[in-house]
């Protein structure tokens, strides 16, 4: 069965904190994806990965294929960060699937 | 291209209406992704086409449930005779080629059944 978890659900840190948020699935996948959502719905993709390591800025974003994990993190967190974070893991030829989010929210 | 567009954003409906939600994808991409969600989840598969064959629905797709994708460029939802738990937003996502590429999601619609 394909399933994707996320962890932590709820995320509060102060601006300047390094945060993770770590996605796990079940099966052996194609891609992973990173995508965060605004209050309001509009999803943007951040990162997409089948293999090692990603920089953006001030996001990071790896994957371990072995132990089928992966993480993300944020460096000097900002208040804009705030948003729910959402991994998507698709199988070859499929479609994605999401994990429940990670609701970040970070104080200034 | 301004990216992936739906409309209407949002839509107040009573119960047992039918309803239609319209999906404009980036103009080159050939896969369309059809979503579900409610509030605190992630996002639900619901039906996705290749150009304008739809390949897979998932089984939240029930009969009132139906999406057309007609010359392979923008697709609609429509559900029939709503019910209050059809309540949720219905994103759209389009990308190029298989799910190994950028997906690009529109703002969604949100719908209300009242």
């Known amino acids: 069965k394909n399933e994707v978890e996320q962890s932590p659900q709820n995320l509060t840190a102060q601006e300047g904190e390094f945060i993770t948020i770590n996605c796990s699935y079940s099966?052996?996948?194609?891609?992973l994806h990173w995508l965060q959502q605004h209050p309001g719905g509009g999803i943007v993709s951040l990162f997409m990965?089948?293999?090692g390591k990603k920089k953006h800025g001030r996001l990071i974003a790896t994957i371990n294929i072995q132990e089928k994990h992966s993480s993300l993190h944020i460096t000097a967190s900002h208040p804009r960060d705030s948003a729910v974070y959402i991994c998507?893991?698709?199988?070859?030829?499929?479609?994605?699937?999401f994990g429940t989010g990670t609701s970040l929210t970070v104080i200034p | 291209d301004t990216g992936v567009s739906q409309d209407p954003r949002h839509k107040i409906t009573k119960r047992g209406q039918n309803v239609t939600f319209r999906c404009d994808p980036i103009?080159?991409?050939?896969?369309l992704y059809w979503y579900r969600q409610t509030l605190g989840q992630g996002p639900e598969f619901l039906t996705y086409?290749?150009?304008?064959?739809?390949?897979?629905k998932s089984r939240l797709l029930s009969d009132r449930f139906s999406a057309e994708r007609p010359k392979g460029s923008f697709s609609t939802l429509e559900i029939q005779r709503t019910e209050q738990g059809d309540s949720a937003m219905y994103l759209c996502?389009?990308?190029?080629?298989?799910?190994?590429?950028?997906?690009?999601f529109g703002e969604g619609s949100w719908l209300t059944v009242v």
């Open positions: 996502a389009s990308s190029l080629g298989f799910s190994g590429n950028t997906i690009y």
């Open positions: 099966v052996g996948i194609s891609a």
């Open positions: 990965l089948s293999s």
């Open positions: 998507a893991a698709a199988w070859t030829g499929n479609q994605f699937y």
């Open positions: 103009s080159e991409h050939n896969r």
């Open positions: 086409f290749q150009n304008e064959a739809q390949l897979e």
